[in-house]
């Protein structure tokens, strides 16, 4: 069994050759590896975008990897959620736990055979060692250390146990774990954004473990291992994983393995510098998805804040932040995010979705769905629907804000109370009269704007009634609000049937 997976793993070693910076033409693959610890938030979705675009650049791969051997802390629900959010922004991956692919298994609970393999190449070649030191031990490490003002490490004592007391201890089946041999000097290399690197991680830590007692790896031994059989040619992921290259980079060493190319990404933080904590519940995708957000405005904030692209305009598709995308683009400046401009964002995108006429179709339908739900015993025209989007294009933040109060007299007729109007003027029998005559005289192309001219023109001539009080009472009339669209605008989103019908029952109520 071993030696089957031992073959497994060497053969699944291809050749490496790479685009871009190693110049030479070959496979793209990035992938996504997210910890199921979790659900997707703004930080995750952003890594995974700049994954998508560069392999969507180069013609390449996009691989969905789970990395879930913390079983301690894994969140039902969480892994599924996160391919559902990559679907639901846009950006689905070509190979994953759902869709599979040639590299698979796309999680790495399903790996362990590959990683134990690692680790007995490891072992036999010395750059591994057993280590039986107790956790009772390991604390007392620690606690001297932080009594000294020391930072805790560990003193790398069982790296000098003999081959014979290994074996006694193993013949006792004392637990242990696997821990990497460090070794001494800086691990140079370039990354793409950051650029050299020269961190010394013996200098700093104690040989890291790469496999726990209960026989899983940790995140390194995992994420090396399975970077290299799954042919990554490029890992981009957060800069807060910069620091652990030069350890990735040992093992890689120490497996006789080429590693990929590394860029490492600029935090993504709030707009005061502060972290963007997973505990603010407004951070998650599934969170934004719930409330009516676009995923193309999602995606153009958390770009818009950052680099990576040619200037900082807003409403950017994600068609138009794939032409503009260039890695070479990317600073290494965190990105301060605003959200409290998000709605601006949704703005702009639901603005453009309802213009294009295919996006536009869309609308309606979900609208119609929508308002069916909430309207139980109303039928909608899609026409009609169709007209209020395109009257509202540009002032709705979200589909939704149809639904809310505001807009009800667009779905249903107000109740109008024949006191309110007669508070407001004595003429309101004569302003009535005159709009009905207005509307059953213009013609159907009228614009808001033209409307709103004949109104002024005829209602200025009352002698009783000031204008603004005119326009009061209509919106009463015909919305039952006191402020909201211009009341041209109004009438024109009932149309002139509907309207007239209004100030009709107005008139004789
Ligand atoms: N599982 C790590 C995370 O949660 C992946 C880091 C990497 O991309 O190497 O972000």
Known sequence: ????????????????????SGGTQGEVRLRFAPSPTGFLHLGGLRTALYNYLFVKKHGGSFILRLEDTDRSRLVPGAADSIEDMLEWAGIPPDESPRKGGLFGPYEQSKRLPFYQDAVQTLLENGAAYHCFCTPQRLELLKKEALRNRETPRYDNRCRHLTTKQIDEKLSKKLPYVVRLR?????????????????????????????????GFPTYHLANVVDDHMMAVSHVLRGEEWLVSTAKHLLLYRALNWQPPLYAHLPLLLNKDGSKLSKRQGDIFIQYFANSGYLPEALLDVITHCGSGFLGHQMGRTLTELLE????????????????????????IHLARRIYGTETRREMVKQLQTLLQEK??????????????????????????????????????????????????????????????????????????????????????????????????????IISGLESGPSVAEMLLSLGPQESIARIQNALSS
């Open 1 to 20: 069994m071993r030696l089957f997976w031992l073959r497994a793993l060497r053969s699944a070693a291809p050749p490496r050759t790479r685009c871009c």
């Open 182 to 214: 460090l070794l001494e000097g800086p691990q140079s290399f370039k990354d793409l954004v950051f650029g050299w690197n020269h961190h010394n991680v013996a200098s700093v830590e104690g040989d890291p473990v790469i496999l726990k007692g209960d």
């Open 324 to 347: 503009q995308f260039d890695l070479e683009r990317i600073i290494s400046h965190s990105a301060l995010i605003d959200l409290d401009s998000l709605l601006d964002f949704n703005r």
């Open 375 to 476: 309207y139980k015993d109303v039928t909608f025209n899609q026409d009609y629907i169709e007209r209020i989007l395109m009257l509202r294009k540009g002032h709705l933040c979200k589909l939704t804000d149809l639904l809310s109060p505001d807009y009800s007299y667009l779905w249903i007729r107000p109740s109008v109370h024949r006191e309110e109007l007669h508070k407001l003027t004595s003429e309101v029998a004569e302003i009535g009269s005159l709009v009905v005559r207005l509307l059953q005289d213009s013609h159907n192309e009228i614009s808001a704007e033209m409307l709103n001219k004949e109104l002024r023109n005829h209602l200025q001539q009352l002698k009783d009634t000031k204008y603004s009080v005119s326009m009061k009472l209509l919106r009463k």
